[in-house]
């Protein structure tokens, strides 16, 4: 949580906004064609659809801010084969406004971050049952590039974004913030050849292409707010869930497999955004334990969560503030096995049988206290740096029922964060 110290007397100009994106990108998967078209067989359909969350703040005409972007590629049929791939991908963005402050918003900006790649060819018609993958795992390939479902600390390589922002401001009635709609549009790339190899082949191009993506959210522009009473932040958090695998652990070793270690710490992000003590925001994080199955596979299990915020600061006072948010939001659990000895392609299009994966989707409730201490990082009041400690319970609605097996005791049970934040 964080809050801004500033003056209505200080001349610069700022706005802080939180908004959410989709949109279409290019994204050829040219290796991977070239060896289809060797075969006789048609080349996979292009191309991604994008859903974003964003957060930037403009001081003056700088713009600062951060993007997290999971975009998934159309499927693809071959033979009793479906054909995948997906990205993830976290740019921190600077650039520069090219209006002056007002409803039309024109930014040019720069992004550079890191990301996630996830290339898959698994059966059509595979098993829905969790035993039947276990006793079966070999229904495709899946390969990946700094796996996430490890981890968010497993993103990794480097990615570069040019592009444009184009925004125009709307009033919401009685209330000071604005709600924004934006368009985006710019070109995405990979600068390093061959950096996203997997297998024999490079996939650099799926991290490349141009896009288009269109969205909505809520701005804070000085024009009408009092900067001393109204924020909006941007935080990393490290987090501990206290959920339990133990009865997936029963079911893996009933099946002669290795147990998962119990899940360890967590990174995510939040935005928080305040005004006359009213509170919301949003933010994404997974949990994740890995190891060995056994001597032919590895496996991970892991949970993503993405909840929106609303709630109330209950107390301010100098440099220490106090808080509480109700949370709703999506989780998915994913359990994937993965053979530790699978061949370069092109044997590995010609002998595909080698992995596994089953996945389960809900909905998420969450209530969490918020204590954060604010410090300004200089005089000049340009920022502050806010240190935050987070206490919930997250509940999930619904069973989660991965192949037959509820997954509740994976997702349920309390959590503590420390977060680091930044505001203008």
Do not use: C
Not at 12 to 30: C, E, H, K, P, Q
Not at 51 to 56: D, E, P, S, V
Not at 77 to 100: C, H, K, M, P, Q
Not at 336 to 354: I, Y
């Amino acid at each position: 949580m964080s809050f801004i110290h500033l003056h209505a007397q200080e001349s610069s100009s700022r706005r802080s906004s939180l908004f959410m994106t989709y949109g279409t990108s290019g994204a050829n998967v040219r290796e991977f064609n070239e060896m289809l078209a060797e075969k006789g067989i048609s080349p996979l359909r292009n191309g991604y659809r994008s859903f974003g969350m964003g957060y930037h703040t403009r001081v003056n005409d700088f713009i600062f801010g951060a993007e997290i972007y999971q975009s998934n590629g159309p499927k693809s049929n071959y033979g009793d084969f479906e054909i995948d791939y997906r990205t993830s991908r976290f740019y921190f963005n600077v650039g520069y406004a090219l209006t002056e402050e007002g409803r039309v918003q024109f930014l040019h900006y720069m992004s550079m971050g890191v990301g996630y790649m996830n290339f898959q060819m698994l059966k059509a018609n595979r098993p829905d049952e969790l035993v039947a993958i276990l006793s079966d795992p070999a229904q495709g390939f899946i390969l990946r590039k700094n796996n996430i479902h490890k981890g968010s600390e497993y993103l990794g390589g480097f990615l570069t974004e040019i592009g444009f922002q184009l925004g125009y401001d709307l009033d919401i009635p009685a209330m000071a913030e604005t709600l924004s709609v934006i368009a985006k549009f710019g070109y995405s790339f990979s600068p390093f050849e061959r950096a996203w190899s997997r297998n024999g082949l490079a996939f650099d191009n799926i991290q490349s292409g141009a896009f288009l993506r269109v969205g909505a959210g809520i701005s804070l522009p000085d024009r009408n707010i009092f900067y001393n009473d109204a924020t909006m932040s941007f935080h990393f958090f490290y987090g501990s869930n206290g959920v339990s695998n133990s009865r997936f652990n029963e079911i893996l070793q009933n099946n002669n497999y290795e147990p998962l270690p119990e899940v360890g710490g967590n990174i995510g992000v939040k935005v928080i955004g305040e005004n006359a003590r009213t509170m919301y925001g949003l933010e994404v994080w997974n949990l994740s334990s890995f190891g060995t199955a056994n001597e032919a596979y590895a496996q991970t299990l892991n949970g993503i969560r993405f909840y929106a915020n609303l709630g109330r600061q209950l107390y301010k006072r100098k440099n220490l503030e106090l808080g509480v948010l109700g949370g709703m939001g999506y989780g998915g659990v994913r359990y994937t096995l993965e053979s530790r000895f699978k061949t370069d392609f092109p044997r590995l299009f010609e002998e595909p049988l080698h992995d596994g994966t089953i996945v389960a989707h809900g909905l998420m409730a969450k209530p969490e206290v918020i204590i954060s201490y604010v410090m300004p990082l200089s005089s000049l009041k340009l920022f502050d740096l806010v240190y935050s400690l987070h206490g919930g319970y997250e509940y999930p609605l619904g069973r989660y029922n991965l192949g037959g097996v509820p997954m509740r005791e994976f997702m349920k049970g309390p959590y503590m964060q420390v977060s680091v934040g930044v505001r203008p």
